[in-house]
């Protein structure tokens, strides 16, 4: 009948002297890296556009306040004001400070004894014996006391704890970086496409114009017997279908409007003023960092190593459960039946003590505790490589993204320079006679629409710059130091 007890109180020796270590290493695990982020590798440079050829730089490191390349104040200001005065971001802050302040206080309360002052006036009641004059007494105790008490860490539980805390602080200080960078490339990209859909907006309204004159010029030819019926209807449908883009068009250019306002803090009636689209400047050299660089730089890799780190003490701190556990404490004061009493030197009273801990019998639970953990851990392993692997396919889309952006691109604007010059050359025609004056607005009307697509993709590249910055991640040590303040 003993066997039982004795073979469960010597289970934690049993995990000590075996293989199980109380807690893994905390180190992430490795993750092959590729020899190129893409099915194919980056080109060297991209395509040449607009007067620019990309230069893309391998084994280049991050950069911190990439958004200053794109070479605008305004849109350097807009990034500034809205890491200053965003509330989420200073939400982020004041959560990051209470979880540091939080991790102060049990690191101090580990391994630093606890200490207490106590006061006690109590007026009692008590049977006595039933022969006596009295049944019953009266008295009164007065006690006044201090007490200490500290936990012995014998077995690195309390250590665990802190470890185990001190990761999820620094998963908290990862994510206010990628918040902050994200916030960041939010306000450029709103900026940049509040800026592109101004362009499309005007663009758009002229298109209209131009549509509905032709549909004019076209309905007074078919009066006059030069066109057909259909021609007519066909110009005017053109026409009513432009126009009929231009309202959800304009709310489409002021929700961003309105979400850039409230990205910076500001009211929505308070958004900026576009940026001038063609005085943005697309960058001209952009970074590739190596793989094993942006393990080391992203926000969202270092916050799954934190959480692999904080699942690794996680298991030390189930497995020191099942070891025994010794609290000293200690107390001394006066105490007395009256003041007096308690005042004097009879009052006085004091004790120490040792206390031993044993888990011997809990149903299995500290055993299934250890398992969870462990079991949690192992997912936080595969979490990470695929944090890791999610990361390598964001850079190698957003290379593949902008590789082709600035190719179409290119074409585009090749388009847009022919339509140009095919509208001058109708242009000229018709004010010498040799062409009706309504192929003077078709050829600008097919002109505007090469100039739309351009914009489109012009667009696309200077938003896809961003997204390949943000994909790089942070400078090594810009995260890590933003953990440990």
Partial sequence: MTRFPIRLAALPLVLALGACAFAPSGKPPAVAQPAQYGVEPAPATGALAQGVAQRFEPGARPVPEWWKRYRSDALDALVEEGLANSPDLAAAERNLAGAREQ????????????????ADASRRRALTMPNLPEPTARYN????????????????AARFANLSLAAQVAQQAFRLESARRSLAGNIVT???????????????????????????DTQRRYE????????????????????ASLPGLRARWHATRHALAVLLGRNPDQAPPDL???????????????????????????????????????VGTATAQLFPSLSLSASMGQAGFNWATAMSGAGSIWAIGASLTQ?????????????AAKERYEASLLQYKQTVLTAFRDVADTLSRLDAGGQALASAEASR???????????????LGALPPYTE?????????????????????????????????????????????
């Fill in 224 to 243: 006059l017997g030069a066109a057909s019926q259909n021609d007519a209807l066909d110009a005017d449908q053109d026409a009513a279908t432009l126009e």
């Fill in 441 to 485: 607005y078709a050829a600008e009307q097919h002109y505007v629409a090469a100039r739309l697509r351009e914009i489109d993709y012009a667009d696309a590249r200077l938003t896809e710059t961003a997204a390949l910055f943000q994909a790089m991640g942070s400078p090594v040590r810009a995260p890590r130091e933003a953990a440990q303040r």
């Fill in 190 to 216: 709103g900026a940049i496409a509040s800026s592109a859909l101004a362009e499309r907006v005007a663009l758009t309204e002229k298109q209209a114009v131009l549509a509905r004159q032709v549909a004019r």
């Fill in 276 to 314: 001038a689209f063609g005085a943005l400047a697309v960058p001209e050299q952009v970074p590739v960092a190596v793989p094993s660089e942006l393990l080391a730089s992203r926000p969202d890799i270092l916050l799954a190593d934190a959480v692999v780190q904080a699942a690794a003490a996680d």
């Fill in 141 to 156: 105790v007065f006690t006044g006391q201090i007490q200490a008490r500290y936990d012995l860490d014998l077995f690195g």
């Fill in 103 to 118: 991790l102060r206080g049990q690191v101090n309360s580990s391994l630093l004894p606890s200490v207490d002052a106590g």
């Fill in 417 to 431: 320079r022919a339509a140009e010059q095919s509208y001058r050359n109708t242009a000229s025609r018709v004010r």
């Fill in 359 to 371: 888990p011997i019998f809990h149903g299995g639970a500290l055993l299934a505790e250890r398992n």
